[in-house]
C-alpha cells in the first residue's frame, strides 16, 4: 500500500439548479478516521460518491485533491451498507472480486490471512446466502481490505446490523483499517463518537467540526466522555434538522 | 409426488367427463372420439406416432439450441453496445408485431419440405422471448455492484462477464424455459404448412381422413412431449435460475 493521503474536497452540489450542499471544505486528515455525520438526504453521501468517482446525480463544482496531488479515485476502496456480495460466488471468490475484476493474479496468501482475521477461514467455500448478516458484512469489509487501497470510504456500513453485531464490526474495523484514511458517513452519532478521530456534522447549513472525545478510537460503548460527545451530536442532528 | 397427485386426479376427472359425453350422446367417432378409442388408436398407431414425434422432437431440439444461441449473442451484443441498441431494438420489436405464422409458407419455399424450414420456425417464435428476458435481465443489474466495479476499475468487459452476466442468468433460465413451451408450437406450424413428417403433418393427415382419434392421439402426444421439454428445461435452468 501506499503512504495513505489527506483528501480535501471543496465544492458545492446542486441538482437540476437546487443546491443540495452549499460550498464547503472537508478535509479528511491522513491515515485518520474522519465521521461525516448527517441526516438523511444533506447530501453526506453525494460528498462520499464524488470521491470515490461514482456517478452522483448532482452537479458538483470544485475540486477534489489529494495532499500529494496524484488522482485519488484509483486509491479508494468503497464499502457500502448494502454488503454487495455476489450470491453466485463463493465467499472467497467475493473477497477476492477485484483481482478477478482487474484480470490479476489472486494474491492467494493475502486471501487466506484476510478471512483469518475477519474469523471467516471456515466459511470461505460458503455462499453469501448461507451467512448471517453480521458475517455478510465481514466479508464485504475483507474484500474491501483485500483491495490493498490507502483511501477507505465507507457508506454506513453497519447501520443494517443488529446493535451488538454492529459494535464488533466496528471494532473490528478500526483495528484492520488501521493506517489508512478513511471516510465513514453515518447517521448514528454514537458511531462517529466512537470512531471519529474527527468529526463533521453536517447540515444544510454546512459542516461543523465536533471535538472527539481524547480518548484513542474505538471508544468504548459505555466511556463516559464517548456517551457526552454522542448527545452533543444527536442535539446538532436534531437542532440542524428544524 | 404429492404435488402431481391433484393434477392427476383432476386430469382423470375430466377424462372420465369426456369419456361419459360420449357414451351417452353416441357422437360419431369422427366427430369426437372418446378418450378409451384414443388410448386404443394410440396404441395400435405406436409406432407410426414414435416415428412422427422422433420427427418434430428433434425440430424443436435444435430449434431450441439454435434460438438459445441467437437469442443470447443478441442480447450480449445489445446490452454491451448503445449503437446495437439503437439500430436494433426497434426493429426487433416491430419483428414481433409481424405474424410469425404468416412467414412459415415463404420459410418453406425458401428452405425446402425438409427439417430447416421447421427449425426455422422454432428459432423465429423463442429467439425473441430469449432475447429480450436475457436483455433485460443484463440491463437490471443491481447499481451498488456496478458502483463497487467502479471503483475496483474493472473494464466494461470484465464488468459484463463477471457481474452484468451472472446476475442476469435467472432471466436468462426464465426465458428458456418459456422457450421450451413455444419451441414445439413453431415446429408443429412448420409441418401444417409443408411436411412429410412430424405430429403436425400427422394431425393434419389424420384430420384429412376423418381419422378424428389418429388426430386426437397426435396432438396428446405432442402436448405430453412439449411438458417433458419443459419439465426437462426447468431442471436443467435451476442453478441457473439460483435454485437449490
Known amino acids: ?242 | 409426488m404429492t404435488r402431481w397427485l391433484p393434477a392427476l386426479a383432476a386430469t382423470l376427472f375430466a377424462l372420465a367427463i369426456w369419456q361419459a359425453v360420449v357414451s351417452l350422446t353416441d357422437l360419431p367417432r369422427f366427430i369426437l372420439p372418446g378418450p378409451l378409442l384414443v388410448a386404443e388408436t394410440w396404441w395400435q398407431s405406436r409406432w407410426l406416432i414414435a416415428e412422427h414425434t422422433a420427427v418434430t422432437a428433434l425440430e424443436v431440439l435444435i430449434g431450441l439450441a439454435c434460438g438459445a444461441v441467437l437469442g443470447v449473442a443478441t442480447a450480449l451484443q445489445l446490452a454491451s453496445s448503445r449503437i446495437a441498441r439503437v439500430l436494433v431494438q426497434p426493429m426487433l420489436v416491430f419483428t414481433q408485431a409481424l405474424p410469425v405464422f404468416a412467414l412459415a409458407p415463404i420459410l418453406t419455399l425458401w428452405l425446402g419440405y425438409g427439417l430447416w424450414s421447421k427449425v426455422a420456425m422454432a428459432v423465429l417464435i423463442i429467439y425473441f422471448p430469449i432475447t429480450a428476458a436475457f436483455f433485460d435481465g443484463l440491463m437490471r443489474t443491481p447499481v451498488g455492484y456496478l458502483d463497487l466495479a467502479r471503483t475496483m476499475q474493472a473494464s466494461p468487459r470484465a464488468v459484463l462477464w463477471h457481474i452484468r452476466v451472472p446476475a442476469a442468468l435467472p432471466q436468462l433460465a426464465s426465458g428458456l424455459r418459456l422457450a421450451a413451451v413455444y419451441a414445439p408450437i413453431g415446429a408443429v406450424i412448420g409441418e401444417w404448412v409443408g411436411a412429410s413428417k412430424g405430429l403436425g403433418y400427422l394431425m393434419l393427415l389424420a384430420n384429412g381422413r376423418a381419422k378424428t382419434d389418429l388426430m386426437f392421439a397426435a396432438m396428446l402426444t405432442l402436448g405430453v412431449l412439449s411438458v417433458l421439454l419443459h419439465l426437462a428445461m426447468r431442471r436443467a435452468t435451476r442453478r441457473m435460475a439460483g435454485e437449490r
Not at chain 1, 490507502?150 to 446490523?161: G, K, M, R, T, Y
Not at chain 1, 473490528?172 to 454514537?190: I, K, N, S
Not at chain 1, 459542516?207 to 472527539?212: E, G, I, R, Y
Not at chain 1, 460503548?221 to 446538532?236: G, K, P, Y
Request: a negative charge; aromatic letters at 2%; one cysteine or more.
Open chain 1, 1 to 242: 500500500m501506499t503512504p495513505a493521503p489527506a483528501i480535501t474536497v471543496a465544492g458545492s452540489a446542486s441538482i437540476d439548479g437546487v443546491s443540495l450542499f452549499a460550498p464547503l471544505v472537508l478535509t479528511l486528515e491522513a491515515a485518520q478516521w474522519t465521521c461525516l455525520l448527517g441526516g438523511s438526504g444533506v447530501g453526506k453521501s453525494t460528498v462520499l460518491r464524488l470521491i470515490a468517482g461514482l456517478e452522483t446525480g448532482a452537479d458538483f463544482s470544485g475540486t477534489i485533491t489529494a495532499s500529494d496531488s496524484s488522482p485519488v479515485a484509483a486509491r479508494v476502496a468503497y464499502m457500502a451498507q448494502d454488503d454487495l456480495l455476489f450470491p453466485w460466488a463463493s465467499v472467497a471468490q467475493n473477497v477476492a472480486l477485484g483481482a478477478r475484476l482487474r484480470g490479476e493474479q489472486v494474491d492467494l496468501a493475502r486471501l487466506d490471512d484476510l478471512l483469518r482475521r475477519v474469523r471467516l477461514t471456515d466459511h470461505a467455500a460458503k455462499r453469501p446466502a448461507e451467512l448471517s448478516g453480521g458475517q455478510r458484512q465481514r466479508v464485504a469489509l475483507a474484500r474491501t481490505l483485500m483491495e490493498d487501497k490507502p483511501v477507505v470510504l465507507l457508506d454506513e456500513p453497519f447501520s443494517a446490523l443488529d446493535a451488538r453485531t454492529r459494535a464488533d464490526m466496528q471494532e473490528l474495523a478500526a483495528e484492520l483499517l488501521a493506517g489508512r484514511t478513511v471516510l465513514l458517513v453515518t447517521h448514528d452519532p454514537a458511531e462517529a463518537a466512537r470512531l471519529g478521530h474527527s468529526i463533521q456534522v453536517m447540515t444544510a447549513g454546512g459542516l461543523t467540526a465536533v471535538a472527539p472525545p481524547t480518548e484513542e478510537m474505538p471508544r468504548a460503548v459505555d466511556d463516559a466522555a464517548t456517551l457526552e460527545c454522542q448527545a452533543v451530536l444527536l442535539r446538532m442532528l436534531r437542532e440542524g434538522g428544524q
